[in-house]
């Protein structure tokens, strides 16, 4: 994960506070933007994760 991809995810978690302050939130979003982020990352379940241990070694 890069360093601006942290700040983006710290955004949202920010901006999910519910006793943010309105100037804090707009302080926020001029200086980190806003991103539309379009899916979920998605997760590997266990047996493909094992699997892929597996194929590794």
Not at 16 to 23: F, K, M
Not at 27 to 47: L, N
Request: charged share 30%; aromatic share 6%; no cysteine.
């Amino acid at each position: 994960m890069s360093g601006h991809e942290r700040l983006l995810d710290s955004r949202v978690v920010a901006l999910a506070l519910p006793e943010l302050r309105a100037d804090t939130a707009r302080t926020i979003e001029m200086r980190v933007g806003r991103v539309h982020r379009s899916k979920d990352k998605p997760f590997y379940t266990q047996a493909q994760f094992e699997a892929i241990q597996k194929a590794a070694r």
